[in-house]
T-cell receptor, first 116, second 114 residues
Framework: AQKVTQAQTEISVVEKEDVTLDCVYE???????LFWYKQPPSGELVFLIR??????QNEISGRYSWNFQKSTSSFNFTITASQVVDSAVYFC?????????????FGKGTRLHILP | DTEVTQTPKHLVMGMTNKKSLKCEQH?????MYWYKQKAKKPPELMFV???????INESVPSRFSPECPNSSLLNLHLHALQPEDSALYLC?????????????FGPGTRLTVT
């Protein structure tokens, strides 16, 4: 069965600190895609990254970085030098080919508070 | 441009009303989705349209009726809703179905059923 676990329900850090959001996934498929989305208080889900199961290279985009480790089925997300605008709910998600079409399995989300 | 627009932003309706939610994208995407999101929960898939045809209906009650008049537009018709249907309704689109491309979401319609 497919599953995405975000064990951290809520995290608070002071601005400029680094913070890592954990994501652990389960799938029996060998080909799958992982995603991170950000949902600020306004409600819109903002796409951050898509990574396929054959590409284990870590990715960096500005202050954001992602660490994909197949051996531990984890796809963690780090924000460096956090800012108040990073306050949001962050969802990790999985889509494999055992699911119909493009059904995304979302984790429950991690609510991140960046304190000024 | 990765914009998906949704109207209205907020909607309050009685249980006997009929209303519609509208979603539009001009990215040339051929897959469009409706999600429902309750507070402090992840989005739940309701419907998927692929090339303007309904591809997935996640056992959604018939009081929700989707429609895809063309490749840019997606509607959700609402009739005889219940208070528990109050939620954020999100529309999304992606390039095509079945390739696991990322989905781009609209800002949502916050629906309150009284």
């Amino acid at each position: 069965a497919q599953k995405v676990t975000q064990a951290q329900t809520e995290i608070s850090v002071v601005e400029k600190e680094d913070v890592t959001l954990d994501c652990v996934y389960e799938t029996r498929d060998t080909t799958y895609y992982l995603f991170w989305y950000k949902q600020p208080p306004s409600g819109e889900l903002v796409f951050l990254i898509r990574r396929n199961s054959f590409d284990e290279q870590n990715e960096i985009s500005g202050r954001y970085s992602w660490n994909f480790q197949k051996s531990t089925s984890s796809f963690n997300f780090t924000i460096t030098a956090s800012q108040v605008v990073d306050s949001a709910v962050y969802f990790c998600a999985l889509s494999d080919f055992m699911n119909r079409d493009d059904k995304i399995i979302f984790g429950k989300g991690t609510r991140l508070h960046i304190l000024p | 441009d990765t914009e998906v627009t949704q109207t209205p932003k907020h909607l309050v309706m009685g249980m006997t009303n009929k209303k519609s939610l509208k979603c539009e994208q001009h990215m040339g995407h051929r897959a469009m989705y409706w999600y429902k999101q309750k507070a402090k929960k992840p989005p739940e898939l309701m419907f998927v349209y692929s090339y303007e045809k309904l591809s997935i209906n996640e056992s959604v009650p018939s009081r929700f009726s989707p429609e895809c008049p063309n490749s840019s537009l997606l509607n959700l018709h609402l009739h005889a809703l219940q208070p528990e249907d109050s939620a954020l309704y999100l529309c999304a689109s992606s390039q095509v179905v079945a390739r696991r491309y990322e989905q781009y979401f609209g800002p949502g319609t916050r629906l309150t059923v009284t």
